[in-house]
């Protein structure tokens, strides 16, 4: 529960540190604001059912201030280089979802939600005509990638893997490929 002149996008980029990387960042954050805090709850729950949408919002810009805040909280969390599993780097989150409802002038319930991106969902109505049935995804519309060379990599083999081997490697490091 926030007072109502409290910045949400602050209390966001402060709360979001403080979660580590149990959420598995990157992800998405779903927030909610207003009603009471069960509402602010549900409303954030609700809000990660929409689609990834933040490039598009980016392009166009934003129409309203819901929109704003998002770009805000979008560009600030990003920006505290949390990275992929709390280990560092530019994207902590891939979007940022927020859904608002009505509330009482003295108070601002809020409530963040972290999303795994490896959630998946689909929205589909059932008419009753039958079984539900879905087209399998065209793999062309996915980026290609192009992955540096595989002889800068180590290989790691599991099986002969000794404790001397882990403890030789340090964080962040790299290695030419062993042959």
Known sequence: MLNPSDDIAEWVVRTVPTMGAGWCPPGMLGIGIGGSAEKAMLLAKESLMDPIDIHELKARGPQDRLEE???????????????????????????????????????????????????????????GLGP??????????????HLQSADTARRVDLDTLTRDDVTAWKAGGTAPAER
């Open 69 to 127: 805040l998002r770009l805000e909280i979008y560009e600030k969390v990003n920006a505290l280089g949390i990275g992929a599993q709390g280990l560092g780097g530019l994207t902590t989150v891939l979007d940022v979802k927020i859904k608002d409802y009505p509330t009482h002038a003295a108070s601002k319930p809020v409530a963040i939600i972290p999303n795994c991106a490896a959630t998946r969902h689909v929205h589909f109505v059932l008419d």
């Open 132 to 145: 539900a049935e879905f087209a399998p995804v065209d793999l062309d519309t996915w980026p290609e990638i």
